[in-house]
């Protein structure tokens, strides 16, 4: 059985051999106890630009578990010795914990995206969840905050009771976001990125068996473009090269 006590560095990032009950209940556990905690959800941009920077290497492998998003990380998962390491999609880790927060009654909060989306998402989740406890929701505007705006975000978190923040901006913009705010925001943070576009219904998702097959990137370079080409362009193949170099280098290792 998969628990998060098993990871891997890929290019020097940790990733979390995790699955969603495992990583529910990890959760779960911090969000009852009031625990602040943060959770990145990761893809090959998470570990390019981990490998590219080396404060944001520090930010994902301070997070409290980064799950496998993309299908590249889980086969790296499996090259590097995790023979059933599987996928923790964040728009469906969302859900799962939804699911058991909704049962619990753990209050839950969203922070980012858009107005429109943010009205969508709570609409869209307090009707497939009923009885979800939704203490709070924000759409930060697409600036800085100020060092007040901030704390006034943070102020009004803590009080609203949310013990699990569900955090879409985009990565890598929310792992950073939420590791500034550990320890200031007194509950879980989760980092879903599009998730709340996907649930919310504004962004379409790719098909299952472009999923299975790691060409997810592909789908949604295809509905988005102009935002997306240059990380993909930049990103994807220098991570097949430099992965491989590593399990060369590990592969060597072993025969000494």
Not at 85 to 106: C, K, S
């Amino acid at each position: 059985m998969l628990t998060t006590d098993q990871s891997r560095c890929i290019l020097g990032m940790k990733v979390n051999a995790t699955t969603y009950n495992d990583a529910m209940r990890k959760v779960l556990m911090w969000s009852t106890h009031r625990e602040s905690r943060y959770v990145c959800v990761a893809t090959v941009n998470n570990v390019m630009e981990a490998h590219d920077s080396t404060i944001f290497c520090h930010v994902m492998n301070c997070a409290d578990l980064v799950t496998p998003d993309g299908m590249p990380l889980v086969w790296g998962l499996r090259l590097l010795g995790v023979e059933h390491a599987t996928r923790v999609y964040g728009p469906n880790l969302m859900q799962v914990i939804l699911e058991a927060a909704t049962r619990e009654r753990v209050p839950v909060g969203f922070y980012g995206s858009s107005s429109k989306v943010i009205t969508r998402l709570v609409n869209v989740v307090e009707r497939r969840f009923p009885g979800v406890v939704i203490g709070y929701s924000y759409s930060p505007p697409f600036r800085p905050l100020t060092v007040e705006e901030d704390q006034e975000v943070v102020n009004e978190i803590n009080s609203s009771g949310t013990r699990i923040l569900f955090v879409g901006l985009s990565s890598p913009k929310q792992d950073y976001w939420m590791a500034a705010h550990r320890a200031s925001v007194q509950a879980v943070m989760v980092g879903v990125g599009a998730a709340f576009d996907f649930l919310a219904g504004t962004k379409p998702q790719a098909p299952v068996w472009m999923m299975r097959i790691g060409m997810e990137w592909f789908f949604r370079l295809l509905t988005e473009p102009r935002r997306l080409w240059k990380r993909y362009l930049k990103h994807n193949s220098r991570f097949i090269v430099l992965f491989a170099f590593q399990l060369l280098i590990a592969k060597k290792g072993n025969r000494r």
